[in-house]
C-alpha cells in the first residue's frame, strides 16, 4: 500500500498441495490489521460476504486492545472441515487487562474458552497473568525479571523453569519427566543433544553422523518450510502457514517427515518456541522476554519496554499489524520492511496519535508545540497532522557529502520544521511552498516533493553560534494524497560553519542528537515511540 501497509502476500511450495495461495489484508486508519481473507475462505480473519467484503471486522478499543475478532479454520485435527473455528468477544476491566474471552465459535480447535462461568484471568500486582481457567493454570510465579518461574495445572501438572542473572532460559522441566537444557544454540532433552540452531536452520545428530536441515523463514521471521537432502534430493520435512497472529494453519500441507527433529519443529511464529508441554497444555509462544498467547493474540506480561510506546495496549501484540512488525524478543516490535536510509548516521524516532487517529477516537485535533535549545533551533515548531503518526529521520551529514545527491538541500530556520512536517501530512499540492524545485528525482512524480520552507539562519541560532539546515521531504508524495513518511534531513552549523559528516564524528553527533530526543530537549512535547541511531546506506 502506499502508506507502506502490506496488502497481500502469496506462497506456493512444491508439496502436496502446491497451488498459489494468498491473503488480501485490510487495515482501519490507525494501520491496525482488521482483517484477512485468504484464496478459498477457509482461513479468512474477520467476517467477509459473499463478494469478498468485509462486514465483520477485528475490532479494538481506544487502547488498542482486541474486543472482537472472528476466524475461520479447521474444526477437527486434521483439517477435513471448515467453519467458525473463533468468535471471540474480550472482557476488561477498567484497564489494559482482559478478564474473560467468550468464544461462541468452535472450542475444539483455535482458542479454546473453558467450562468455568465467572471471570477467565487473574493477575498479579505487575500486571503479570496468574490464572488462566481456560487453560486450566491455577497459578503462576515469577521472578523479579517478570519470567515466569512455575506453572500449575489443576491436572496436578507443573511446569519450571530457571534463567541466569540476565533473564535467558537455561532450564525446563515438565512433570512428566521431561527436561529440556537450553545451552546457548544446543537444545537438549533428558540430557540428550536433540539439535543447534544456525542461521540457515539446524543441525541434528544422524546415526553417529550430522543431517543439515535447511529453513525458509518470510519477512516476519515466521519459519514457513523445513527442508534437507535425502540422498541428493530435496525432502520437505514440515510446511506451517499461519494466520496473521500467529496460530497455524491445518487442512493442507500438513505431512511432516520423519528426518527433522521433533524437538526442532517446535520453533515455527516469529522463530520462536511453541511450549507444548504437558501434551500441548501449555500452548504459548516464549519470545524470551514475555510468553504470548496466539489464539488469544494477547501477551501474558506488560511490555517491558511499555513507557516508550504510551499509546498502545502493553497487552497488544506488534501494535496491532503483526504483518509489518515483528517483536524479536518480546521487548518491542520494529518495522520488517522499512524504508533503507540513504545518509550516514541517522536518529530515527516516530511520534504518535495524531489527528486522523484521534478524529476515528471521537477525540479533539492536538497541536504540538514546544521550544528548541540553543544547541539545534529556535523558533514555533507545530503541525495539525492527520495521519495518526509521521516518521522524521534527522541525519548529522553535511550538506555537501555525496550521500545526500538524492536529497533536497534546502536551508530552513526553526519556524519551518514543524509547519513542513504538517504540510506533508495535509496532503495538499505544497509545491508552491519550495523555494526551488524538488532533487529528489522528477523523473519520477510519485517519488518524494520538497515541502520544506526556505529561510535564513535564525537569529537566535546565530546568536549562539548554532544553527540547523536542513530539509523536510514528504516520500512517495502523490498530487492530493496522504503520506506515512516524512523525513528531515539535518545539517549541524557551529559558528558559522557545518558539522557532522561520516567516520566517527558523524557518529558522535548521531549520539549526541539521540541523547536529545531522548530527554525531550529538542521537541519536548512530542511523544516518542522510540529512538535509535543507525547506519544507513549511501545511495
Known sequence: MYNGNISETEWRTDNTDNNLKHYVYEFDPLNRLIGARDNIGNYNLGVYDGLGNLTGPVAYDRNGNVTGLTRKGHLDIGGTSFGNMDVLGYVYDSGNKVLRIDDSGSDAQGFRDGTNVNDDFEYDANGNLKVDRNKGITSITYNHLNMPTSVSFDSGGVINYVYDASGTKLE?????????????????????????????????????????????????????????????????????????????????????????????????????????????????????????????????????????????SPYNYAFNNPVYFIDPDGMAPYDCCGPRGVLDHTVTFTVGLINVGRAFLDLPPINIEGDATDDWVSGDRSHTSEEDKITVVVSDSRGDNNDTTDAPTTFIDGDAIGQAGGYARSGKDLSKRSKGPSKTGPENKSMARDVAETGKKTKSGLETGNNAAGTITAANQKDGQQVDTVEYNVTMWKNGQPQGGGGDYGKKNAEKLKKQFLDGEIFPDLELDSVSVKKAHNQ
Not at 534430493?233 to 527433529?261: A, C, D, H, Q, W
Not at 526442532?264 to 522476554?289: C, N
Open 172 to 312: 525446563k522441566t515438565a512433570s512428566n519427566g521431561t527436561y529440556t537444557e537450553y545451552a546457548g544454540n544446543y537444545i537438549y532433552e533428558n540430557g540428550t543433544l536433540q539439535f543447534f540452531r544456525h542461521p540457515e536452520g539446524y543441525t541434528m545428530p544422524d546415526n553417529g553422523d550430522w543431517r543439515y536441515v535447511y529453513q525458509y523463514k518470510d519477512h516476519v521471521d515466521n519459519i514457513r518450510l523445513s527442508y534437507t537432502d535425502n540422498n541428493g534430493t530435496l525432502e520437505i520435512i514440515e510446511e506451517n502457514n499461519y494466520y496473521p497472529f500467529g496460530g497455524k494453519m491445518r487442512g493442507y500441507n500438513s505431512n511432516v517427515s520423519s528426518f527433522g527433529n521433533s524437538t526442532a519443529q517446535r520453533w515455527k511464529f516469529g522463530g520462536m518456541e511453541l511450549d507444548e508441554s504437558l501434551d500441548g497444555a501449555m500452548g504459548t509462544y516464549d519470545f524470551g522476554a514475555r510468553i504470548y498467547d496466539e489464539w488469544g493474540v494477547r501477551w501474558w506480561n506488560i511490555d517491558p519496554k511499555a513507557e516508550q510506546m504510551r499509546r498502545h
